[in-house]
């Protein structure tokens, strides 16, 4: 067990949910857009190329994190000249066709080899409902998609997953609709879209599981400031959380209720975390988080808490084998159709780094108390598994070998950096 406390302050680098739709957005909208904090991860860049292909001006001033957009209205786009790149992004794939699936003209869009094994029949079936012509060019439903843009009629779509990815692709569509659109979800999944669109001035509503579009005239272009991402936070609040003598202020953490499943999880374990300096920042809940190490007990993490930390169970499942007792973690099948089978590559290793840990068809289960030893992890590419192992191997004290760790460019290009600064600062 590590026991080297995690002293100091530490501000992480923007939400990447909210970077990609603020570029979304900003595009849409009539004028030019100001992002401040935007998160300069691989993502991201993919949702502005993406947006430079269509005819789209936008100026990212890397060295300050400022991203202006200059977007052209609702029907401004162009049709791009190849394929679209999505890169690794989920987010871009299924949001962009959403918004492609209305537009005047036939494009393609595609990914990495991890985007071309992710479900896309969950927004090809709603997007079809609503009049798209949209296909998978593969015989498995998943990417590349070719998309030929039609008019398209609003819907009220019952969804069979809690995924704020489908809930954003149909109400993107539902900009260019005949009339309103809704969608249910089995559960409340993250809101930033709906938060985003009443920002840029159109008309939404929503209430526990539901949420509507009345389709607007214009967007009206935003100044917007990210709020530092609780997804990467993550990482080092579990790291300072389970190192007793830890004192470590996270600064400005979006704090949106749809996303602070694992604040809820950790405090529940035992965990000592304050929340200071409550605010609103461009439509969003941020604070400061302060965590003090102290010992965690096992827990249960189910139904509706399970979209507001879905990101977060991989470093959960690291946390809970440094806590006393078991956690279950069910009802997150979605786990499997991540960026890898979060499930199986979390179970395999760190059943590998000595864990006692056994996976189940919808989660894990998790003994915590057990001797960790050093090992060699693939990260299948996945940045949330090779930052969950890195911590696993500060806080047992045995660093892995983990194969492919660049890969946490894709949302948290500086981890390594901050990791390597709060653990010396110490
Ligand atoms: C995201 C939604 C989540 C999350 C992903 C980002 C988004 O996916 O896992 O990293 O930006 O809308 P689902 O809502 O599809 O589960």
Redo the contacts with the bound molecule.
């Keep these: 067990m590590n026991q080297t406390p995690l002293i100091g302050e530490l501000t992480v680098p923007g939400d990447?949910?909210i970077s990609?739709?603020s570029v979304m957005l900003g595009a849409l909208a009539k004028g030019t857009t100001k992002v401040e904090n935007f998160l300069q991860g691989a993502d991201c860049l993919s949702t502005i190329s993406c947006f430079q292909a269509m005819g789209i001006s936008v100026e990212n001033h890397v060295d300050k994190n400022q991203v202006l957009i200059h977007g052209k209205g609702l029907h401004g786009l162009r049709a791009p000249q190849s394929v679209l790149d999505c890169g690794n992004s989920?987010?871009t794939t299924?949001?962009l066709s959403g918004i492609l699936a209305a537009q005047p003209f036939t494009c393609e869009l595609t990914g990495d080899a991890s985007i071309q094994k992710r479900p896309m029949g969950?927004i090809i079936t709603p997007l079809s409902a609503m009049g798209a012509d949209i296909s998978s060019l593969r015989k498995n439903g998943c990417a590349p998609l070719k998309i030929q843009g039609r008019p398209l009629s609003g819907i009220h779509y019952q969804s069979p997953?809690?995924?704020?990815?489908?809930?954003?692709s149909v109400l993107l569509a539902g900009l260019y609709a005949n009339g309103p659109t809704t969608v249910t979800e089995p559960y409340r999944?993250?809101n930033?879209?709906e938060l985003m669109l009443g920002g840029f001035g159109a008309k939404v509503q929503w209430d526990d599981t539901s949420a509507s579009l009345t389709p607007p005239e214009e967007l009206y272009a935003q100044e917007l400031t990210v709020p530092g991402d609780i997804?990467s936070a993550a990482y080092f609040i579990t790291a300072a959380a389970l190192t007793p003598g830890s004192e470590l202020l996270i600064k400005n953490i979006g704090i949106n209720p749809t996303r602070d499943g694992i604040l809820k999880v950790y405090q529940a374990m035992g965990a000592d975390i304050t929340l200071l300096n409550e605010r609103t920042a461009s439509m969003e809940p941020v604070a400061d988080l302060l965590v003090r190490g102290s010992l965690l007990h096992g827990t249960t993490i189910g139904g509706a808490l399970i979209?507001t930390l879905?990101?977060e169970l991989p470093i959960i499942a690291v946390a809970a084998c440094f806590a006393e007792g078991e956690t279950v973690i069910a009802d997150a099948a979605?786990l499997k159709v991540?960026e890898s089978n979060r499930i199986a590559v979390m179970t395999k290793g760190l059943s590998s780094m000595g864990a006692d840990i056994t996976e189940t068809p919808d989660g894990m289960i998790i003994r915590g108390g057990r001797p960790f030893t050093s090992a060699v992890i693939d990260s299948r590419l996945d940045h949330r598994i090779a930052m969950s192992f890195t911590i696993a191997g500060l806080l047992g004290g045995e660093m892995p070998e983990i194969k492919g760790g660049d890969c946490v460019r894709i949302s948290y290009p500086d981890f390594y950096k901050d990791l390597k600064r709060i653990t010396s600062v110490s």
């Design positions: 990447k949910s990609h739709r989920g987010t299924r949001l969950r997953v809690a995924s704020a990815q489908v809930k954003s999944s993250r930033h879209t997804s979209p879905i990101d979605e991540k």
